[in-house]
């Protein structure tokens, strides 16, 4: 495993560093250094490791370097110097204890800052009224007209509190959607199962075919990097990565799924743009619960048509077992797995439909055969167009 993520992780050195991810190219870095301690190779693994560390710590990022001291002390371990492997074991420690402080103390501090800017809104108000009073006093005559001065100013500033307060809440709402969604394209079970899959080549002595499907899998987290820095991709791209992602897929299936991508010809792609990596969560849903608990031939079509002047219609079919039978399998496993990438992508439409004043609609349907048995699922995405 260490030699397979050493043939993964290296190409993606000067990669990660031309896009200019520090956290990314830090986390590559220590995990490669993680990937030369389990082979024994310990001097390269201490430089990597270091060099790791220095970047999370030059740009802040306090996860990677608790990352850095914990793979430190393992690489401290297996060279026998114990002493020093538990240094950098109590220094991973004291960092996070530190995180851990740090966001509680923000906490509090966030929970005083609430406290005083209530408290001084109400003294703000009591002023107002008191002033009300004082000028209902001394000047009866004026007293409509400086009230609704009075009025307009304090709802006018209201209303521009609560504007910016949403604004900076679905600013934060919309990047955490972005985090997760590139979380949920470069899940574990997925880089495991490629990994393995590549893996399985080398022993076979398929070193073309190795070659080949490593490529593409370099190529595909390339364009996942790339399209989660990106609001919107167009369609064209977006087809593009989503033929990537199955042709490692489909490595995992003996390359016996039929996928094909079908395209209306009075459209063109590279003119459509939508979210960046939408499609991925469905079709990952499709090989996940519908075809692979299903024997027999196995296939997966993607059509694209124009619905209207301002939506595209994507559908994508699966003969899979029905999602009767996949949910059935679900409960059975051991592993349950969430498809938490769809309720993401939902949600990063609902987003993109809503900026540009137009709706979208994802319906999933049940195929059925003539005599009643399921043959399959057909999701229907109807996506705003720019």
């Keep these: ?110 929970v005083i800052v609430r406290y005083e800017a209530e408290k001084k809104n109400n003294q703000i108000s009591v002023l107002a009224k008191e002033n009300e009073i004082v000028r209902l006093r001394l000047k009866k005559n004026q007293t409509t007209l400086l009230v609704s001065a009075l009025i307009v100013g304090l709802v006018a500033s209201i209303l521009y509190i609560l504007y910016r307060q949403y604004q900076n809440k679905n600013e934060k709402r919309v990047l955490s959607l972005e985090q997760n969604m590139l979380r949920s394209q470069m899940n574990p079970h997925f880089l495991f199962n490629s990994l393995n899959s590549i893996k399985l080549y080398i022993i076979n002595n398929e070193q073309k075919n190795a ?24 369609l064209a791209e977006e087809l593009e990565t989503i033929e990537l992602y199955m042709n490692i897929e489909n490595i995992r299936f003996s390359n016996e799924i039929d996928f094909k991508i079908t395209v209306d010809e009075n459209l063109c792609p590279s003119n459509i743009k939508i979210p960046s990596l939408a499609l991925q969560p469905f079709l990952e849903n499709s090989l996940w619960h519908g075809l692979s608990p299903k024997e027999g031939k196995k296939m997966i079509h993607l059509n694209v048509k124009r619905k209207s002047q301002n939506h595209v219609s994507i559908e994508i079919e699966d003969n899979g077992v029905g999602r009767g039978a996949a949910e059935a399998n679900k409960e059975n496993r051991v592993l349950k797995r969430k498809s938490v990438g769809i309720r993401i992508t939902k949600e990063r439409l609902a987003n993109f439909s809503k900026d540009y004043q137009n709706k979208f609609d994802v319906d999933i349907v049940d195929l059925f055969n003539t005599d009643g048995s399921p043959k399959g699922t057909k999701v229907i995405l109807d996506i705003p167009t720019i």
């Design 211 to 234: 070659v080949h499907y490593l490529n593409k899998f370099s190529k595909l987290v390339r364009k996942i990097l790339e399209a989660s820095s990106q609001r919107e991709i167009t």
């Design 1 to 110: 495993m260490p030699y397979a993520a050493l043939v993964l992780l290296e190409p993606l050195h000067k990669e990660s560093k031309d896009i200019g991810d520090f956290f990314i190219t830090s986390s590559i870095f220590i995990n490669t250094g993680w990937a030369y301690t389990k082979v024994g190779e310990f001097d390269k693994a201490d430089q990597f490791i270091q060099e790791g560390l220095e970047m999370a710590q030059n740009h802040n990022m306090p996860s990677n370097v608790v990352a850095g001291y914990q793979k430190l002390s393992d690489l401290e371990r297996e060279r026998g110097n114990f002493k020093e492997a538990y240094a950098y074991f109590k220094k991973a420690s004291e960092f996070e204890k530190e995180i851990s402080s740090a966001t509680n103390l923000r906490y509090m501090n966030d």
